[in-house]
Each structure stands twice: as C-alpha cells, then as structure tokens.
C-alpha cells in the first residue's frame, strides 16, 4: 500500500474516541507544561511511562506525542507574556515576542505563534508522511553494523558537534554510557557494575535517570541560586486577531521557519534550538522593518516558532522509521515504544501499520486541537503562572518521586533517583548537557548489541565497519562531527539547552 | 563573581575529573572479574573497555579546563536550600523504607521541598502535602490499579 492510503488508514484509527481523548490528554498536558517552568515534555513522558504502563499502546503513544508537540505551543506563551522560555526551545520566540507584549501587542505576538505553529506542524507532519516510507526502504537494507554506525553519528551529533563544549557534550554522553552498562549482559548473562545489588540486575531504568536529571536536579538547582525579584507576566493587550499586515509580514517566516526546522530535526543533530536561532537570524536579515528588530518585531516571533514546532515533527522521522531518538523527549519516547516491547524501525511500520500510521495521523489532529486550546484559551494557560514557586516545585518533586515508585517501589530506586538529582545539579552548575546522558542510556546497550551482533557475524573481523559502504560512509561522517566542533569554533554559537 | 581567567585551578573542576577517572577505573576493574563467553566476535568486557577507554582522554580534558579556568562562572549556592531538597529526599526514603507508606512520605517532601523554596508555612504545606498525597493515591491505586507503597494512612481509605 502506498502512503495515502495507509495514512488514511491510520487516520480511522487516530479518530476512535478513546485515541482522540487520549491525543486531547496529551495536548492538554503538553502546553500546560510548556507553559510551565521547571517542567518540560521529556520529564512529562518520563512520569507517565509507568502510569502508561497498562494502557492501550496506540493510545499512551499518541498522548505522548501530544505532549511533544503541546510543549511546543506551550512554551511560546511563556516566552512571550513573561520572558522566560517554558522550554528552552522557545529562547528565540522570548526575544521579539516579550517586547511586542511589552509594547501592548501581546496578542498579535500570540496568535502568530499558534497559527505558526499550526502552519509548520502540518507542513512538517506532511513531510513525516512522506519522508518515513521511503527511509523505511533504506533502513531494511540495513545491517547491524550499519545500524551501529548510525549510533555512532547520533552519539556524536547529540553530545559534540552543536554544544558549547564538546568535551563536556561528550562527558554527558559517555556518562549515559557507563550507566547503560549496568545490569546483566543480555548475550552472557552475566551481571556488568552491580555490585551485588539485586535491584541493579534489570539495569538503570531510563524513567529514574530522567526524573532524577530534570526534576530533582532542576529543583536543586533553581531553589540554590533562587532570584528573589518577582517575574512581571504582561497582561495580553491587543486584539488575538491579526491584521492584513500582520499576515503579510507572518506567512513568509513561517514557511523559512518550517524549511529551517524540519530537515534539521530530522537528521540526527538534536535539539529544536539550532533552527530557531537560524530562523530568527534570518528573519533579521531579511526583514524589510529592520528598525523594529529588538523592539518587538513581528517576523521574529513567526518564523523561530515555525521552526520549533518543525524541528520537533522532523525528530519523529528518525525516531519512527529508525528507532533513533535525537532529543531528550524522542528519547522517553523511544522507552515508550519499548515498555510494550515495540522497536520503532522499518519491522514496525510492517507488523503494526495501523499503529504507526494512527500515530501519525494523530499528529494532524493534535495540532488542530493545539491551534483551538491556544488561541482562544490562552488566558486560561496564563493563569497557571500564577500557582507559587514553592509548590510548584513541591508539587513537580511529589509526582516524580510517585512516578519512580510506581515503576519500580524499592529504596534502591529512590537512592538511586536522589544520586541522579545531585549529578543533575552539578551538571546544570557546571554546564553540561542533560539530553546525551539520557540518550546514551537508552541508545548504548542497542548500538553494543548491534556491534557485538556484527562481529560475531563476521567471525570477529573489525573490518565488517568499513567493508559496508552504508557502515562505511556513517563512520566518517561521525567522525568529521567529532572533529569538526574542534577546528570550527563557530558551531558553539548555537548552544542546545536541554528541554 | 570575578572572571575566569582571575581563577585558575578550579578546585571543584579538578574533582570532577577525578571522579570521571575514579568511573573509568571502576569500570575496567568490574570487566576484568567478566569471564570471556567463548563465541565468535566480541564478549560482554568490549563495551566496558570502550566506555572506560573514551573516559580516560574526556576526564583529562575536563582537567586541562579546570586548570586553565575554562569552567564557567557559577553563582553563590544557597546550602540552606540544598540541604532542606536533600532532607525531604532523606526524608522520603526512610519513610518509603520503614513502611509508612506513601501518603505520609509524600507529605514531608513537599513541605520540606517548598521551604527550600523560600515558603514559611511548614505546618500548612504538611497539610496540603496529605491531602495531594492521599488524592494521588485513590487516582492512581483505586482508578489506574498502580502499586504505591501502603501504610497505616493508606489502609483507611
């Protein structure tokens, strides 16, 4: 079947009630915590995988990806009425559009955002349609060695090439290695950094590293170098409609933020940040208000936003078709597929079509909703600023130590989520990013199986690496990314933060 | 505080690449008790040696950083909130562990947490951390059938 028909497919099983519930769910909780500091998709997908766990698994993953791409709309609200990103990949939205709001042209700021949003969502979810059959093509003519070369480039793309520092990008991610380790070899059986400690046997699991890195660590870290001065939210001023001009000067950045987004996001680079700095760079340039720029200019809200919304339906193409998650909440995703013992990847587009094809379809639904929930709602998502700080985050710290309980309730694993806070705050202290330790955890002990799985086929020559063209031809790719931050200092400008 | 290059030797940055080789030279020495599996290709002590051998080079070059100065600039911590996150955790821990269940332990983080936070009402936030643990509890155990903890608090609902 060709991809038409199948989309439609998946679009009958996207429409079921129970799945557009589940979508609404995630949309609903997707931009609650994009609007909300200290809590963001990836820890969101964190906390539910183990509620998740009984539930329906086309459902629970089109809610996940309703909370991706709510997180998404979320985050521009927040970065517009109060200057501080919800997600850092809103840093961009936060430059323009808090000074349009300042200047009582809040409104505006917001509704192109949302339809921005709208317009890039659906291009981008266009493009997975289009681009997931034909890389599910490539992908079955893939070897394990390929597929470990792959590993290889997204390692190295996550952690090193687009950070401040590729040391530090590279520490994390070997951190996510080391801890990956843990647990019993699944070819030998035999138990890898335990230390007799029986709850290790299963390994780490990626839930306890997630809550432990972003919502106790975040925690530790915002309560010790707290601000004292009150955050002022602008009141949304401006009518929510846009005028003739305002469409005039929005659809144009749209589209080169969605151009800029969605290639980006899908290959395995990372992060939503890059395209949106490039997008606002060059809506600066191309501008023809150039004096607004920095005042509040229009250009600089649609085509940033246009490109996050983008860069996040771009990272589920390489999730979906090659089980490769390149941020941190494609990776919680990824653990997703797997607590129903689902391998995203070209198997999985022909064993569960109506899966993968419903998802997909749910993504257009999704971002229907999200435009509805953003605009006329948006008072209602201001509101939730003003819960206060401290139970804000008491409340953040109660549901995740609940999520680590219900996953696995044992004093170890509480430890263990403890310990994680505290290397997430010396991380966050000493800049290092968060997403490739997360990543190397999930994405290690696959790219060791998928090594040791063509060594053995090729009888223990380490020649089979170089002797595939597609193996070949990934490795040098992954090893110009790890040189090429070291002699190019001017990739550090576009410095990822975790999500 | 004062720029970097004012700071050389960054003691806490020195520790960390401590640490790093400290989790390298556990690593190797936790592979080499691995017995070889006698098969074709590479047994369960390659990945190990791999991740030890790229933490090596990585925790020199944090050394290299934190020599030169090169860590970045961090703000004064405030230990009182640290150490009022850290207890609730403690806290947590010990009642999840003595069987107290999850209401109760529930309760104590997020009054501790949100004193972290600067909050003054340490008696009230116990209350509202009942009341949220307990409701949390009849969701997710009586609605979603998940296992949480169960005590003295959870057996009379």
Not at chain 1, 355 to 379: D, E, K, R, Y
Not at chain 1, 468 to 497: E, N, Y
Not at chain 2, 100 to 112: D, K, R, S
Request: proline share 7%.
């Amino acid at each position: 079947m060709d991809a038409p028909a199948l989309l439609l497919q998946g679009l009958a099983v996207a429409v079921q009630p129970t799945n557009l519930l589940f979508a609404l769910i995630g949309v609903l909780l997707g931009t609650a915590v994009g609007v909300l500091p200290g809590i963001g998709p990836a820890l969101t997908v964190a906390l539910l995988l183990p509620v998740t766990y009984k539930l329906d698994p086309a459902g629970s993953l089109i809610m996940f990806a309703g909370i991706y791409y709510g997180g998404m709309y979320g985050g521009s609200t927040t970065a517009i009425l109060i200057n501080t990103p919800g997600e850092s990949a809103s840093m961009a939205t936060a430059l323009e559009g808090n000074k349009m709001a300042k200047a009582g042209r809040g409104g505006p700021a917001l509704a192109t955002a949302a339809i921005g949003s709208f317009v890039a969502g659906t291009i981008a979810t266009v493009g997975i349609v289009v681009l997931a059959p034909w890389l599910v093509d490539i992908a079955v003519r893939f070897g394990p060695e390929d597929y470990f070369a792959l590993m290889c480039v997204a390692f190295v793309t996550v952690s090193a090439t687009f950070g401040a520092s590729p040391v530090r990008g590279l520490t994390a991610l070997l951190l996510g290695l080391a801890l990956g380790l843990v647990g019993i070899d699944r070819l030998t059986g035999q138990p890898r950094l335990a230390f007799g400690v029986p709850e290790l046997l299963d390994g780490i699991e990626i839930t306890t590293l997630a809550v432990g890195l972003f919502a106790v660590g975040e925690a530790l870290y915002v309560a010790s170098c707290r601000r004292h001065g009150a955050e002022t939210i602008e009141p949304i001023r401006g009518s929510l409609w846009m005028t003739r001009q305002d469409w005039a000067r929005s659809w144009k950045p749209w589209l080169r933020g969605t151009a800029f987004g969605f290639p980006i996001g899908a290959l395995p680079a990372g992060g939503a940040e890059i395209p949106t700095f490039l997008s606002y760079a060059t809506e600066r340039r191309l501008t023809k208000h150039p004096e607004e720029f920095g005042n509040g200019a229009i250009e600089g809200v649609a085509g940033p936003e246009a490109a996050n919304n983008a860069s996040a339906a771009g990272t589920l193409v390489p999730l979906l078709t090659l089980g490769l998650p390149t941020s941190a909440t494609a990776a919680m995703m990824l653990a997703g597929f797997q607590q129903y013992g689902l391998n995203p990847g070209p198997l999985l587009f022909a064993e569960r079509p109506e899966l993968v094809w419903g998802l997909i379809a749910s993504l257009f639904i999704a971002n229907a909703m999200l435009l509805v929930l953003n605009l006329p709602l948006v008072g209602l998502w201001v509101r939730l600023l003003a819960i206060p700080q401290p139970w804000l985050y008491a409340g953040i710290l109660v549901f995740a130590t609940m999520g680590t309980i219900a996953a696995k309730p044992s004093v170890v694993e509480l430890t263990l989520l403890a310990a994680f806070g505290v290397l997430g705050f010396v991380m966050r202290r000493f800049d290092y990013p968060i997403a490739p330790v997360v990543v190397g955890l999930i994405l290690g002990p696959a790219a060791e199986t998928q090594l040791r799985r063509a060594l053995s086929i090729s009888l223990g020559d380490p020649m089979v690496l170089l002797q595939s063209p597609i193996s070949a031809t990934l490795l040098a790719i992954a090893l110009m990314a790890l040189i090429a931050p070291f002699v190019l200092k001017g990739l550090g400008q576009f410095r990822p933060k975790d999500d | 505080m004062d720029d970097p290059s004012a700071r050389p030797r960054d003691r806490a940055g020195l520790a960390i690449a401590g640490l790093l080789l400290g989790l390298a030279a556990v690593i190797i020495w936790d592979a080499t008790r691995l017995q070889l599996a006698p098969v074709y290709g590479v047994g369960p002590t390659a990945m190990p040696y791999l991740v030890a051998g790229g933490l090596v080079p990585l925790a020199l070059g944090n050394l290299i950083m934190a020599w030169r100065g090169q860590l970045p600039v961090r703000e004064p911590v405030d230990p009182r909130a640290i150490a009022l996150i850290l207890a609730g955790q403690f806290a947590l821990i010990a009642l999840i562990g003595l069987g107290a269940g999850f209401i109760a332990a529930t309760a104590v983080l997020f009054a501790t947490t949100a004193a972290a936070f600067g909050r003054r009402a340490f008696l009230a936030d116990l209350a509202i951390g009942l009341v949220l643990g307990a409701v949390i509890y009849v969701v997710f155990v009586k609605l979603l059938t998940l296992s949480l903890p169960a005590g003295p608090l959870e057996r009379m609902l």
